[in-house]
């Protein structure tokens, strides 16, 4: 199937409210059992990657991301390839260049007009070459385990219904990212979530809606950020610590001067599965008949 964008690929997820998985990628290994979990549950999924500054190698965009654009559009399912957390017009631009189906935009920290300003011109640039792009209104903090805090809280700031609404129809996004309590990292503590301002905002908009910072929440707890109305969730700093986790484990146990096939293994299987968990969580819809064998 081919590559499609972030409006195709959840709209079902509104009316059915389901949520579709967003899965940050680093490494070809780990982005094959991402979207082998997808093809065998038969489900879409979203495939994310960040801006150079998360890896700090200019050559990233076009060794890796050449790679999983290609990968993506042979997969058996529809697949969305996402550049998240996009700083600045000119990376937008640079994820459009490698094949990305739908950007963020995130100007979530600046003044409400210079937000809207940079929101419209990326939305300019990406819906005349047929990409979706998502904006974010509020704002969501990091823990001091993110790579975002650099080692220093960065405190959400709730998302306002009536602002969700204004900034939606003063940009005409295709998807908006909102701020209900979760930030991005590792939590200290488990987080508070306001669902009460995500109906609410629900009820204002007919957007796909996008929790950021889902790492560490709880099946309970995707059912009812779920049910309440988001659509697309991302999950980064859960797959990657766990994964991490299994791959040294994995190392450590290996009988001295053995190939490093395990360890690799360690990264698909622990992607593929905890992928799987998620889409499950996430109770997202299977668009194609189940597979007749497990392949993994």
Known sequence: MALVTLREIT?????????????TVFDPMFAEGVLCAAEDMRTPIIMMFGNTKVVNRPDYYPNFYNYLANRCRHSSVPVCLHLDHGPSYEACACA???????????????????????TRKVIEMAHACGVDVEAEIGHVGANTTSHE????????????????????????????????GTAHGLYKE??????????EIRKELDIPLVLHGASGLGEEDFSKVVEGG??????CTALVVKTAKNMLSTAQNL????????????????AYEETKKHIRWFKTKQILP????KRY
């Open 11 to 23: 709209k079902y997820a509104i009316p059915e409210k389901y949520a579709v998985a967003a899965v």
């Open 190 to 199: 488990r987080p508070v979530l306001n669902l009460d301002v995500l109906k």
């Open 290 to 293: 189940p597979m007749t064998e």
């Open 230 to 235: 988001i659509n697309k969730i991302n999950i």
């Open 96 to 118: 459009l260049r490698v094949g990305a189906t739908s950007v963020m935009i995130d100007g979530s920290m600046l003044p409400y007009e210079e937000n809207v300003a940079v």
């Open 149 to 180: 805090a650099l080692g220093m809280d960065d405190h959400s700031i709730y998302t306002e219904p009536f602002m969700a609404k204004k900034f939606a129809e003063d940009t005409d996004c295709d998807a908006l990212a909102v701020a209900i």
């Open 255 to 270: 009988p001295e001067n053995s190939p490093h096939f395990p360890i690799a293994a360690a990264n698909f299987q622990t």
